[in-house]
């Protein structure tokens, strides 16, 4: 009888972390340099961070360059509960079925001229997985932005949950403030943004 309740016990104290599986969302604005990382971890912990890229420009003398441009990176953290109700309602918005572009010819067709990507990448224990989605930003109030290929339109429907529950413009915003002035920063494609 000990026996059986010893089993018992033992079952209950490992089956919860069996069950229990570590996640991360790891995220590639479009448009602006941020990185989202929103985790869970084995314990049901959660825990997220910004992380915005900006630059120094080169600085010049007579034609001589004094110094070449420094990358700068500016980390947010973001507060358990805010990402642990994110998680949830990516899961609910179906991000673990996420299907990538190049699997559906009418998405695959779509292309843009020096395009920007979104990326969204689902780490676990046991895969990696990566999806990028060429020029699919969150939705605006103007009706004309939405995605009209389901596929592309998951991705704006899941970058758009992150955006209204983080709010990654003021989060731009925040992180901008921590840098001096001249700075950069890429803005989409190939192109770079730069405040005097």
């Known amino acids: 009888m000990k026996l059986k309740f010893f089993f018992l016990f033992i079952t209950m104290l490992f089956i919860p972390k069996f069950y229990s599986q570590e996640i991360e969302y790891h995220v590639l604005m479009i448009g602006k340099p941020q990185e989202i990382f929103l985790k869970k971890d084995l314990n049901n912990n ?15 003398f007579l034609g001589i360059t004094l110094r070449k441009y420094s990358e700068i ?40 001229l020096d395009s920007d990507f979104l990326v969204f990448k689902i780490n676990t224990q046991n895969s990696s997985e990566t999806f990028e989605f060429s020029e699919v930003y969150p939705e605006e109030l103007n009706s004309n932005n939405i995605e009209k290929n389901f596929i592309r339109r998951k991705a ?19 992180a901008e403030k921590n840098i001096s002035n001249p700075y950069c920063y890429s803005c989409g494609g190939i192109s770079s943004c730069c405040i005097e």
Request: hydrophobic fraction near 30%.
């Open 46 to 60: 959660y825990s997220g961070k910004i992380i915005t890229k900006f630059y120094k420009p080169c600085k010049y």
């Open 73 to 112: 990176e500016i980390k947010t953290n973001l507060d358990s509960t805010i990402v642990k109700e994110t998680i949830n309602d990516l899961n609910k918005a179906g991000i673990n079925s996420l299907e990538k572009c190049d699997s559906n010819e009418e998405c695959k067709s779509i292309k843009f």
């Open 156 to 174: 704006q429907i899941l970058i758009t949950l992150i955006d209204n529950k983080i709010n990654l413009k003021e989060q731009f915003r925040i």
